[in-house]
């Protein structure tokens, strides 16, 4: 197992906190997975325990709010 990494910023270069970011399969068309964290205050995103494989990494600002305690913030 492995995990995802990365960096959200806007499009000045700053960066975006509060960010749903997910991953599912490649061939998972429904959406986010429960698979998913939230950017911190500097944009940053782990994703713990991903399995090895080809997955797709999903970003939303409105999934965020629409379900805020769904998954856990970093």
Not at 50 to 56: I, K, Q
């Amino acid at each position: 197992r492995g995990s995802i990494s990365g960096h959200v910023v806007d499009s000045s270069n700053n960066p975006i906190e509060g960010i749903c970011v997910g991953y599912a399969p490649e061939n998972y068309d429904s959406g986010f997975s429960d698979h998913s964290v939230f950017t911190d205050a500097n944009g940053n995103y782990t994703i713990p325990n991903v399995d090895a494989g080809n997955v797709r990494v999903l970003f939303s600002d409105w999934y965020a709010q629409q379900y805020p305690g769904k998954f856990a913030r970093p």
